[in-house]
């Protein structure tokens, strides 16, 4: 069965601490991405990855680092260097320009 | 600068009634726009897109509306059923920069009573 999947589903670290939330996905899709959604907002880029090896800074990349070592992988550092880590974190891939996103189900993480 | 309002946090309707959700643009680069339906603790899904060669994609109960003269979209649910309430996200899609630029709405949480 095809999907994304994130874990863990709930994470909690305490301020200073670098944390990283995994993102794993079995759909064959090149583009990859990571949004952060907080309380009223939508959904904001924070990086994304169209291939293995390469990645791009979305809207909100600050303290923030990726890497994509394989096409199937694509792991989100939050660095203690972001102000406001508390969140819900999702993973997305696409199969290109112009498809859906297919989503993950998420990490909600509280740094306290 | 938001690009993509849905000016309604919140909607409800009765079950069988039709469910309308708003969606404004205001970047001419945009020309694809899909819906997202989220429920708590969940991932989006996708439900449906329309390419701005269009001006209405149906699929099932879920029509998309899409006025490019006036940048608004809508999503119409007929009829609306008590599954249906979930948080929906309008975005648009377009070119900028030479690179895809894809932009979400806060979404508009809907409720369906039965």
């Known amino acids: 069965d095809g999907g994304i999947t994130q874990s863990p589903k709930y994470l909690f670290r305490k301020e200073g601490q670098n944390v990283t939330l995994s993102c794993e996905q079995n759909?064959?899709?090149?583009?990859m991405y990571w949004y952060r959604q907080d309380p009223g907002q939508g959904l904001r880029l924070i990086y994304y990855?169209?291939?293995?090896?390469?990645?791009q800074k979305g809207d909100i990349a600050e303290g923030y680092s990726v890497s994509r070592e394989k096409k199937e992988s694509f792991p989100l550092t939050v660095t203690s260097a972001q102000k406001n880590p508390t969140a819900f974190y999702l993973c997305?891939?696409?199969?290109?320009?112009?498809?859906?996103?297919?989503f993950g189900n998420g990490t909600r993480l509280t740094v306290t | 600068d938001q690009q993509v309002k849905q000016n309604s946090p919140s909607l409800s309707v009765q079950e069988g009634r039709i469910s309308i959700l708003n969606c404004d643009y205001t970047n001419s680069m945009f020309d694809y726009f899909l819906w997202y339906k989220k429920y708590p603790a969940e991932g989006p899904t996708f439900l449906i897109s329309?390419?701005?060669?269009?001006d209405k994609n149906e699929d099932g109960r879920f029509t998309v509306f899409l006025n490019k003269s006036a940048k608004h979209l809508s999503l119409h649910i007929v009829p609306s059923q008590p599954g249906d309430s979930a948080v929906y996200f309008c975005a648009a899609s377009g070119l900028e920069g030479g690179s895809e630029k894809l932009v979400f709405g806060k979404g508009t949480k809907l409720t369906v009573n039965p």
């Open positions: 759909l064959n899709h090149d583009a």
């Open positions: 997305a891939s696409s199969a290109g320009s112009r498809t859906p996103l297919h």
């Open positions: 329309i390419s701005s060669i269009k």
């Open positions: 990855s169209q291939i293995v090896n390469d990645f």
